[in-house]
């Protein structure tokens, strides 16, 4: 072979292992966007722009922290806690037998309301030490049951209370089995206060996660019950005590909406309650508590939002006043070279 078709072979290899490596090349394609090339603002940070930001933060936030708590100061609120004056004084050695027992249950409760409450006046029940959040807990329900009654035998996700006797149990679950079922009526001057307990649940709830046409079964038939029972020619999408209770709460001190009273309470009204205290807080040292309170454009009373924004706003507004102070007591030129380290050190420069 001679050497001019040895040199064209090798040629060819190397123009072919070059287009290879074209072809496999991880280069992304240029462009300004890919590159970090494109118009940027790039502001510099000089010492009247951050007094500046610092002073309007204040300025801005210290009125929003005294509107947010003038509005949570507003609203008032009544809390009774009962767990414990509900337990006659012979049982209270023993509450869990109590409460675990045939006895009756009943037990009547004073309410002074201090300030006039324009209605609507919304009537909760806290409970305190209660872990709905809890994995297990949380897991134990199905959601497509609940929707349609297509999926009624779909319970593995519920165990224990998954079945009765082979048959399904409609709500399944630990959430569904442990409803809440103390129950409040409200007197006035001998006259029953209404609790209005329609739409107290989430709209989107009732219309979506609450079939129309699913009806409890078997539900709180087993041998031991765990809360409230359903009706069973009510829909779930009706039964609006189960669809608060199965949003289930994030932290163990949570309230849940039990109803509203559309009377205005005015200041100095002595309200009676009787109440049954059936649930079981007992085993694990919870808190039961009834809540009558009103509402703001802000919500319930939650004195948390005002304070924070006060809180920055202080801040914010003390560090303008410091930075100010240092800024006039020692001003310095921006972008002198003489404060750079090398310049500042001893032997000189680098």
Known sequence: MSFSATSSIA?????????????????????????QEL????????????????????????????????????????????DTDCIPLSSRDN??????????????????????MKNPVYVYYQLENYYQNHRRYVKSRQDGQLRSPKDEHETKSCAPEDTLGGQPIVPCGLVAWSLFND???????????????KDISWKSDRE??????????????????????????IPLSEQEDLIVWMRTAALPTFRKLYGKID???????????????????????????????TTSWLGGRNDFLGIAYLTVGSIC?????????LYLAKPRQLGDPSYLSWNRSAGGGR
Do not use: H, M
Not at 317 to 325: E, N, Y
């Open 11 to 35: 040629l060819g290899g190397g123009s072919a292992e070059a287009s290879a490596a074209k072809n496999t090349s991880k280069r992304p394609k240029y462009s300004r966007f890919t590159q």
């Open 39 to 82: 118009p940027a603002c790039k502001p510099i940070l000089t010492p009247k722009w951050v007094i500046l930001t610092f002073l309007v933060s204040g300025v801005v936030f210290i009125p929003l922290g005294v509107i947010c708590l003038f509005a949570s100061q507003g609203v008032i609120e009544i809390v009774d806690r009962y």
């Open 95 to 116: 509450k869990v037998r109590y409460i675990q027992g045939l006895e009756d249950k009943r037990c009547n409760r004073t309410i002074t309301v201090t300030k006039t």
């Open 183 to 197: 129950t409040y009526d409200f007197t006035r001057n001998n006259q029953k206060l209404p609790v209005n307990k």
């Open 208 to 233: 979506s996660k609450f079939g129309k046409n699913v009806f409890p079964k078997n539900f709180q038939k087993g041998s031991l019950i765990g809360g409230k029972s359903l009706d069973q020619d």
């Open 263 to 293: 009377t205005d309470l005015q200041a100095g009204d002595t309200i009676k309650v009787l109440l049954q205290n059936n649930y079981n807080t007992y085993s694990f040292n919870g808190k039961k508590k009834l809540v009558l309170s």
């Open 317 to 325: 507004l003390f560090l303008a006043v410091s930075f100010s102070v």
